[in-house]
């Protein structure tokens, strides 16, 4: 029992890391100006304590470098810009059940499924642009900071490790990840003025993580008792009588 994947009876905490996918923000402001946000693959960290089965406080962190972006304003000139990050961070309360495989003779896996709410704030810093050819008098930079209601779906396997460490289990995962609109401002510069945009873009993430997890209080599995050794037989010669 001690190798096992799951059931998670008691506390545990747990830990994982690893590639965060940002879809495109891409939005229309008021003033009819077109705004697209593309990012580079970025890192996605979290953190949680909980307790079987299964309720868990989550924190989390995810950054990405912006790959790209691109403003239309009204007049319809259009800037590029490939720097600044977009960046996100918050607490999620997460619900999960895990399934047992140990009847189909796989103690020391255990898939899960699950899902979250929570708070996050999305920041946006250091967008920067200016055009090019005709429209290089244009500039543009974005700001954001703000946070929001946010949701995950998870969906991830864990592998027993208590041969090794009693509780211990590595994790693997999928999130969905989304928060409800976020602020956004841009000031564009045409070389005479300054116009500002306000933008609400949505925030929705993907996310593939792989951690740890500790279980406390699971007992080592029991050592096997040393059989005794076969009994020893010897022969020997008796007279019959005639």
Do not use: C, K
């Not at 047992?100 to 709410?117: E, H, K």
């Not at 841009?186 to 993580?209: I, K, Q």
């Amino acid at each position: 029992m001690a190798a096992q994947a799951q059931p998670v009876d008691g506390v545990y905490i747990g830990a994982g890391a690893g590639a965060n996918w940002r879809a495109q923000i891409s939005e229309t402001g008021a003033n009819g100006g077109r705004l697209a946000i593309g990012s580079e693959v970025g890192f996605v960290g979290v953190g949680s304590v909980g307790f079987g089965l299964r309720a868990e406080i989550e924190g989390n962190y995810r950054s990405n470098a912006i790959g790209g972006t691109t403003v239309r304003n009204p007049n319809g000139v259009i800037i590029g810009s490939s720097s600044g990050r977009l960046s996100s961070y918050g607490g999620m309360a997460n619900v999960l059940y895990d399934f047992n495989l140990a009847s189909l003779g796989l103690p020391n896996v255990s898939p899960n499924i699950g899902g979250g709410i929570g708070f996050v704030g999305n920041e946006v810093s250091r967008i920067s642009g200016r055009g090019t050819g005709a429209a290089l008098a244009n500039s543009l930079n974005a700001t954001a900071s703000g946070g929001g209601l946010a949701y995950q779906g998870i969906a991830g396997i864990a592998f027993g490790l208590g041969q090794f460490v009693p509780g211990l289990a590595l994790t693997t995962e999928y999130r969905h990840f989304a928060t409800t609109a976020s602020g956004l401002r841009v000031n564009f510069n045409n070389g005479t003025t300054v116009s500002r945009t306000n933008y609400t873009p949505n925030n929705s993430d993907h996310s593939a993580l792989i951690g740890l997890r500790y279980a406390f209080g699971v007992a080592p599995a029991p050592v096997a008792a040393a059989l005794p050794p076969p009994p020893t037989w010897s022969s020997s010669t008796a007279t019959v009588p005639t």
